[in-house]
Structure formats: C-alpha cells, structure tokens
C-alpha cells in the first residue's frame, strides 16, 4: 500500500456544488406507465435533505472473499453559513485499532470517482450529487422499461435498464462518464427503490466496479439514499486485490429554506 494522505471521496449534495451532467431538458415519461417520470418528481420533492451521519466500512478481500483488512470511518455532517455541506471525521479505525487522531491529520475530502485504487485501503468514493432521476439530467439519460418484475423490501418493482452520460472533474481536467446498470421503480408509485450500476471509463487500477444504491422508502413523505455498496478488484501488475466499500447515511435533515437549490428550469440550455 502507498503511504500517501487518506483521501475521502464525498460529494454529499447538490448544494455543494460538485454535480456535473449532461444539459438540462424537461422531464419526459418512459415506459408504458410513465413510471421514470414519477421517480423524476420524487427525485425533485426530496433532494434537499441531507444526511448528519455517514460511517463508511472498506474491506480488502481475499480471493475466497474473506475480509484481510477492514478501515472503519465516521463522519458527521452539517450546513455552513452559505448551506454548504462540511463533513468531520469523528472515528476512525483500522484492524480494530483506533486511527482516528492520525487519519484526522491526513484526511482530504475531493471529488467523487476519481478513482479507487486497490492498493490504497484508504481511498472511498461515493456520490449523493449524481443521478440519473435529476430533472435537469434527462437530456443525457436513456432509461427503457422491461418486462422484469422483482419483489424488493415489500415492493413490486420494474426493471429499467438505463445508461447516463454525465461528467467529472479529475486533476482539473473535465473527463466523461457514462452509468450503465438498472433501476428498480415502484411499479405502483414509481418510487426508486433499487439503483445498481457500474461505469466508464473505470478508474486507472480498478478492473471492474459494481454498485447499488438502496433508497429508504419506509417514510412516505420522504426518499433518500439509505446505503450505498461498492464490490470490484483492480491491481497492477501481478498483484490482484478484491475490494467492497459499504457507506451508510443517517439521521437526515431537510435543508433550510434558503439554503435549497432553485427547482431545475426545463428547457434552459
């Protein structure tokens, strides 16, 4: 592993303003049901709420797919004055030893898939500003619904296979990058209940990367992203690692009025 800064990969709202995508374009219905558009208004209804805590787990694997190294990590999160997200690193431990003194010192909070390299146990990446149900997204998003139904946490749930061109930001240079994976929607509400998806290009090292998103739906005045799960391998040379990054988000809060975003102008280039 190289002896370089932890680097904390979070990019927790749109309010931050680390979100990139293709340009805005009305919402359009896809499906037989119209099912993408209804999971589009949610995503508008709910995307002011942030979350106060977020622990992230990051496991090495071994080939049998037994944990070799695990790194715990708790944050807490919070508004400043100008409704911007700053996050602070409150545990962290490795092995079972407690890091959190020196991994405070290291800590770097940067943009999200920059990239996870397999030989850095410290390294995480995980997005909330990206997605493929924001409204202002839809230009860059192909979503088809299939005859696939899945029973999910109590849900009927339809497939739709979806790709999503958007952007990031890597060493200063604008980079594309396209999603491609499958939604999950409540076949009644159209509330997004599953996400799973990989990307590319892939980061330089990492081999193949799979992800899900889990979405709590147990609040009906409120959808937000529960769990995020992370499963790959990459390596260089010889050398082969498995990874799984599992991040959970909790104790949500709404934004202050003012602090919210404007709603997404339809048409607007």
Not at 37 to 47: D, F, G, L, P
Not at 80 to 106: F, P
């Amino acid at each position: 592993m190289r002896g370089r800064g932890f680097a904390i990969l979070l990019a927790l709202l749109g309010m931050a303003g680390t979100v990139g995508g293709g340009p805005p374009a009305p919402p359009r219905p896809v499906g037989p049901h119209g099912l993408w558009r209804k999971a589009i208004e949610i995503h508008q209804r709910n995307r002011d709420w942030y979350p106060e805590r977020v622990v992230i787990l990051s496991e090495v694997l071994t080939r049998s797919g037994q944990p070799s190294s695990l790194t715990e990590m708790v944050f807490r999160l919070h508004l400043d004055a100008r409704g911007r997200v700053q996050a602070e690193l409150e545990r962290s431990r490795k092995n079972g030893a407690d890091t959190t003194e020196r991994t405070r010192a290291k800590v770097t909070i940067r943009s999200p898939e920059e990239g996870v390299d397999p030989g850095d146990d410290t390294a995480y990446s995980v997005s909330l500003t990206d997605s493929p149900f924001a409204a202002a997204h839809q230009g860059a998003v192909q979503a088809f619904a299939t005859a696939e139904r899945q029973a999910l946490f109590g849900r009927l749930c339809r497939r739709f296979n979806f790709t999503y061109r958007t952007t990031i930001v890597r060493k200063g240079k604008t980079d594309e990058l396209t999603w491609r994976g499958m939604a999950w929607l409540d076949e009644a509400s159209g509330v997004p209940v599953k996400l799973e998806f990989t990307f590319s290009p892939l980061p330089g090292l990492v081999r193949s990367l799979w992800s899900i998103y889990l979405y709590d739906i147990d609040s009906p005045d409120r959808w937000v992203l529960k769990r995020v799960s992370m499963t790959g391998h990459g390596g260089f040379l010889f050398i082969r690692k498995n990874f799984r990054t599992t991040t959970t988000f909790s104790q949500y809060r709404r934004a202050p009025a003012a602090s919210r975003p404007a709603p997404a102008a339809a048409g607007r280039p």
